[in-house]
């Protein structure tokens, strides 16, 4: 029931979105036009229901024939809706100000709107068709009294949001697998989203993925759309790719880490962070937490020292980034926690929907661990886990980003 009605308010609302785009640029049009734009337009509203369908129903290829200009044409009308707003607070503006102080603003004509409705989501398409092509790699450093002075670091690529489908193919795969060679890491992590919707080349992408090692393992947490794409058949891909699943377990992979993983609410596993955080195996590592959502639950708030998220994309598409920062302040980037933790936001190594990106790049994390170079003092009481007598690490680390 739930299903249902989410899918209708989707509709309800990207309907609404075609409704206004249409209206908006009618006037260019002769009336004969406008009944194939609109036509055009129906078919486009239903393509990425119809794929997540065809999906579901085992139709792979028809799946993404749907799929693809589905998605094209979401981010190109998202854009055009933006720009429309634009126009629509400007016209505002003018005539509120013209009430004040009757400064004569021009108000945009109908043609002129809608050629820039037009211009704009083009220009905008473009570019976030050329940004989703981009790849970086940010670095974060982590010092840590737990290394030993000149002990060499211990290095952590983590990955998420790949959103393997349609729109994310091996090709794909393949740049992210190089990066992650790059890094030369311990232990590879990945923080759920690995895989969006089924597709035909799924397995060319897990044979890539299957062809990453790391000396201390590969570790992964399942995101909100694993669950879309079936718990069951996510976990048996995952696996597939030579992943350990994390989620409500610990790992300690070497002498370093204690990993905990946090499955994405959607799946419906609870969150046993705080549980798995206090048991004693956690005692002389650094405890660090894999949850998809960049939230900290208050059973785990004081208990960790580093947690990797993703789940935002930073947004994705700009102005999208407003709308989603009311919902994670955590967008994306380094968060320091009052406790002294910290919280990193991956931007994401793939993207959802719309095959764009506007001044969100992707990126693959590269955590470094390194020994601590300050005195070692003792720190605060407050700053120690619970139950904890001597420090594990010290909670003033600075994380320093660099793409």
């Known amino acids: ?226 669950a879309y794409y079936g718990v069951e058949q996510a976990e048996a891909y995952l696996r597939s790719c030579g992943f350990t699943l994390l989620g409500g377990k610990t790992a300690s992979p070497g002498n370093l880490l204690f990993l905990v993983g946090v499955d994405d609410p959607a799946t419906g596993r609870p969150d046993r962070s705080g549980e798995l955080l206090s048991v004693p195996g956690a005692k002389g590592r650094l405890p660090l937490v894999l949850r998809h959502r960049p939230q900290v639950p208050k059973a785990s708030a004081e208990r960790f020292a580093l947690q990797l998220s993703g789940h935002t994309h930073g947004g994705q598409i700009l102005p999208f980034h407003l709308a989603v920062a009311l919902f994670y302040p955590r967008l994306a980037g380094r968060y320091e926690t009052p406790w002294g933790g910290a919280v990193v936001t991956c931007r994401g190594t793939g993207s959802w929907g719309p095959p764009m990106r506007i001044l969100s790049p992707r990126e693959v994390l590269v955590v470094r661990f390194v020994p601590e170079k300050a005195a070692m003092e003792p720190l605060a009481e407050e700053t120690l886990l619970p139950g904890q007598k001597e420090p594990m690490v010290n909670q003033r680390e600075s994380l320093e980003k660099t793409a």
């Open 1 to 226: 029931m739930r299903t249902v009605v989410f899918a209708a308010v989707a509709l309800a609302v990207y309907g609404a979105m075609h409704m206004g785009f249409y209206l908006r640029v009618r006037v260019l049009l002769p009336a004969e036009v406008r009944i194939v734009l609109a036509g055009f337009m129906v078919l486009l509203l239903f393509c990425p229901f119809a794929a997540m369908l065809f999906s579901s129903s085992g139709l792979n290829a028809t799946a993404a024939a749907a799929a693809v200009p589905g998605y094209l044409w979401m981010g190109f009308l998202f854009l055009a809706v933006c720009a429309g707003l634009a126009v629509r607070a400007w016209d505002l503006a003018a005539i509120s100000l013209d009430r004040m102080v009757s400064l004569g603003i021009p108000r945009a004509d109908p043609r002129s709107a809608a050629f820039f409705v037009l211009g704009a989501a083009l220009f905008g398409s473009v570019w976030g068709l050329v940004e989703n092509r981009l790849l970086f790699t940010t670095t974060v450093t982590v010092p840590t009294r737990l290394l030993a002075p000149g002990e060499k670091p211990l290095v952590a690529a983590y990955i998420s949001d790949l959103h393997l489908g349609p729109t994310n193919r091996p090709e794909l795969t393949r740049r992210v697998a190089e990066k992650v060679r790059q890094a030369r890491p311990d232990v590879i992590l990945c923080g759920g989203d690995l895989v969006d919707t089924h597709a035909p080349d799924l397995l060319q992408s897990a044979e890539i993925l299957r062809g990453l090692s790391a000396p201390l393992g590969k570790y992964a947490v399942l995101g909100n759309h694993e």
